[in-house]
């Protein structure tokens, strides 16, 4: 049995999501991938895949040894890459976990310009709404996360940003537009859940002055719509359904548009942080060197506003 085979066999299975998916995109026939896949559970001495009529499912060791089998290909993959690098231009891909609202309004933008830079490197782009607990599991993982955010993960920060109050022009036009904190008593609230736990109000914002020049003020105000997605939100606020607290990076985007009004300017619902994180890999690939360098030079632009340190 060829071992690597298997392996990258077994991995193509999950990654498409059934043994004929993967035997088109590898170039085998379908029996062929079964019995790979049926030889590396032997050679184990156990199941790795439960397979019904409808779909795939790992086994709880299936799991585990999917995410020791992706750390080992990848080895392989960097040793050659790194093997060759002096005598040909990068190739390969970079493998990639952020939020979805960074993965779609930032890092999916610029596509273009990174494939002008490196034509033979694709980007595999993975949007996870917590992509903190996936940092083994890729080359470059992405994390936007507010004040106070302390993991068991060796991150870098590239930018600092805030959270700003903002609302449609058709709203404000309905329901006049807030000149003071306490003006949006009167108003209707779009929440991020996570907003709740975070020490702000159960049914209000906590705002805090951008220069910190005075103690945070919670204002009470009724949640009309919840969502565990910033798209939503935005989508929401830009409809006209309400206020929403949102990143200034995009709603930086939708100020300039007219689709969004930045209200109380002097007012932020809080501050937060993108940092990139890598997996625990000794060797890091040149083109994953290349791509921390291109990010590094965009994500500071991003922020069109930092806050005081």
Same mark, same amino acid.
């Given at each position: 049995?060829?071992?690597?085979?298997?392996?990258?066999?077994?991995?193509?299975?999950?990654?498409?999501?059934?043994?004929a998916a993967a035997a088109r995109v590898l170039d085998m026939s379908p029996a062929g991938v079964t019995r790979l896949v049926s030889d590396l559970e032997q050679h184990l001495g156990?199941?790795?895949?439960?397979?019904?009529?409808r779909r795939l499912a790992l086994t709880d060791a299936g799991q585990a040894y999917l995410l020791r089998v992706r750390s080992i290909l990848q080895e392989v993959d960097d040793a050659e890459a790194a093997a060759s690098q002096n005598t040909r231009e990068l190739q390969g891909v970079v493998n990639i976990v952020a939020p979805p609202l960074f993965a779609n309004y930032f890092l999916a933008t610029q596509i273009a310009r990174w494939l002008g830079l490196y034509p033979k490197v694709a980007?595999?782009?993975?949007?996870?709404?917590?992509?903190?607990n996936r940092v083994e599991e890729f080359d470059v993982t992405f994390m936007v996360v507010d004040e106070g955010f302390d993991a068991n993960i060796v991150a870098r920060p590239l930018a600092k940003t805030e959270y700003v109050v903002c609302a449609s022009p058709g709203y404000l036009q309905r329901m006049g537009t807030p000149q003071t904190p306490q003006d949006l008593e009167r108003h209707l609230y779009l929440r991020f859940p996570w907003q709740a736990g975070s020490g702000h109000a159960s049914r209000g914002?906590? %705002?805090?002055?951008?220069?910190?020049?005075?103690?945070?003020?919670? /204002?009470?105000? !009724?949640?009309?719509f919840q969502a565990e997605s910033y798209e939503a939100l935005f989508t929401a606020a830009i409809s006209g359904a309400g206020v929403a607290a949102l990143p200034r990076f995009p709603a930086t985007h939708h100020f300039e548009?007219?689709?969004?009004?930045?209200? %109380?300017?002097?007012?932020?619902?809080?501050?937060?942080?993108?940092? /990139?994180?890598? !997996?625990?890999?000794k060797l890091m690939p040149a083109r994953i060197r290349a791509f921390l360098d291109f990010a590094s030079e965009l994500v500071p632009s991003a922020d069109r506003r930092t806050p005081p340190r």
């Amino acid at each position: 049995m060829d071992r690597l085979l298997s392996m990258r066999v077994f991995q193509k299975v999950i990654d498409e999501g059934g043994f004929a998916a993967a035997a088109r995109v590898l170039d085998m026939s379908p029996a062929g991938v079964t019995r790979l896949v049926s030889d590396l559970e032997q050679h184990l001495g156990t199941r790795l895949i439960q397979r019904t009529t409808r779909r795939l499912a790992l086994t709880d060791a299936g799991q585990a040894y999917l995410l020791r089998v992706r750390s080992i290909l990848q080895e392989v993959d960097d040793a050659e890459a790194a093997a060759s690098q002096n005598t040909r231009e990068l190739q390969g891909v970079v493998n990639i976990v952020a939020p979805p609202l960074f993965a779609n309004y930032f890092l999916a933008t610029q596509i273009a310009r990174w494939l002008g830079l490196y034509p033979k490197v694709a980007i595999h782009l993975h949007p996870d709404p917590f992509p903190q607990n996936r940092v083994e599991e890729f080359d470059v993982t992405f994390m936007v996360v507010d004040e106070g955010f302390d993991a068991n993960i060796v991150a870098r920060p590239l930018a600092k940003t805030e959270y700003v109050v903002c609302a449609s022009p058709g709203y404000l036009q309905r329901m006049g537009t807030p000149q003071t904190p306490q003006d949006l008593e009167r108003h209707l609230y779009l929440r991020f859940p996570w907003q709740a736990g975070s020490g702000h109000a159960s049914r209000g914002m906590r %705002l805090s002055r951008l220069d910190g020049s005075q103690s945070a003020i919670d /204002v009470g105000m !009724p949640v009309v719509f919840q969502a565990e997605s910033y798209e939503a939100l935005f989508t929401a606020a830009i409809s006209g359904a309400g206020v929403a607290a949102l990143p200034r990076f995009p709603a930086t985007h939708h100020f300039e548009s007219g689709a969004l009004v930045h209200l %109380l300017p002097d007012w932020i619902f809080g501050r937060y942080t993108v940092y /990139v994180a890598l !997996p625990t890999r000794k060797l890091m690939p040149a083109r994953i060197r290349a791509f921390l360098d291109f990010a590094s030079e965009l994500v500071p632009s991003a922020d069109r506003r930092t806050p005081p340190r």
